[in-house]
């Protein structure tokens, strides 16, 4: 970081207030401009079947708009009914010139919360879990007493427990703010018992059940031990042979130790310029995310999942519905529609289900038609690129501008509005953010 960024960022907290940390398992994607790696990659496309919707060269060129906005590297995979476009722009290396590939397996950070709930629900099938029911009812020594009694297996889905999160007090020098926890935290093991007592620890953010919600991860950890409870197996054992085999997954798993299994890019954390240059966080220990949000996974099963669920497959036809009642939840401070671990996305072509996900260093999103024809996945290998102003705001980037474009072209065809615009159409991953606001 330069010194003048530096004194900027620390100008802008020593003046606040307060700083506010709303924190998912990622990030905002909304700012910094960044300097490409100095040997820029082209972008690699495979496809399948004809032209169909998809505009391949439109495409391609979107994907390397994002690598020289900034961004290391992207991977990104799009389908439009049986036709397919896969691509890869930037390194995965910066040090090697590496070049990412399509296939390169990703940590997805909280698109496992969608893996988790579809878990739930296929007990709610089988009548081992109530989704009304408190859950005081099934985990009464973890959560007892009133909460126990108010907040329900719904709550804890669509996140209006108001439980708080952990990720700040897993991760304290984030409140200075610093990189220090990250590292102090890398090879460091979790129990989800720990997270669940740290974020019961906070201040709830309102009353159980009330509207907006409050996105938290500690719900869903809350949900790898109600899944445990009730099948009397290992919440990740059992979302592997459920879920993740069920809907034919060949390269998605929780990774059993820090590495990333497969081919992979490293993950460059930058955390707003306090960490410069970016750090490699690739290698992880991933307890402290669980069955919140520790899963990889490639692009191309990314799409197969979200097809499969959307499609009845790995749940009933009444369980997709359930998942698909949103509520408005507050991530980072901004509003999200959050059904049971999916939220909807409106655009012009359309309403889109899914979810994103970010760890440090890499960030995901994932999006399908209702009936998931229309798909598009993504991964980014750099987060926290953004600037801070003397405000304390982030402030949109290059990146961020040329990410919407390639997902309105992905999802609505070449008729997508251009984002190049003083104003963000949308923000991507609405779910998964670190925001900084000063109050």
Known sequence: MTSLRFRTLISAVGRARRLALATGLGVLLAAATLTAPAAAQTATTTATGQDGGLDRQALRKSLDAVHEAGMYGIYSQVRDQGQVWQGASGVADVDTGRPVRPDMVHRVGSITKTFTSVAILQQVERGAIALDAPIGRYLPDLVPGERGRRITVRMLLNHTSHIGDYVASAFPSLLEPSGKSLDDNRFRTFTPKELVGLGLAAAPTGEPGATPGSYSN????????????????????????????????????????????GPHSKAYESLFGLIDPPRDYSVY????????????????????????????????????????????????????????????????????????????????????????????????????YQQIDENGQLVPSPIDFA?????????????????????????????????????
């Open 403 to 439: 990410l919407v474009d390639h997902l309105f072209l992905s999802l609505c065809g070449t008729t997508a509005p251009e984002a190049k615009s003083s104003r963000l159409p949308l923000t991507p991953f609405p779910a998964d953010r670190l925001a900084v606001s000063v109050r």
């Open 218 to 261: 500690t719900n869903y950890i809350l949900a790898g031990l109600l899944l445990e409870k009730v099948t009397d197996t290992d919440a990740q054992q059992y979302i592997t042979r459920n879920v993740i085999r069920k809907a034919g997954l060949r390269h998605t798993s929780f990774p059993r130790t820090p590495s990333i299994p």
């Open 285 to 384: 220990n991933m307890s402290w995310a669980g069955t919140a949000g520790a899963i990889v996974s490639t692009m191309d099963d990314l799409n197969r999942f979200y097809r499969a669920l959307l499609r009845g497959e790995l749940v009933g036809a009444a369980q997709v519905a359930e998942m698909q009642k949103t509520v408005t939840v507050l991530a980072g401070g901004a509003p999200i529609n959050y059904g049971l671990g999916l939220y909807s996305l409106d655009l012009p072509c359309g309403r889109f289900w899914g979810h994103d996900g970010g760890v440090f260093g890499m960030i995901t999103q994932s999006l399908s038609s209702p009936d998931g024809s229309r798909q598009l996945s993504f991964g980014i290998n750099r987060a926290k």
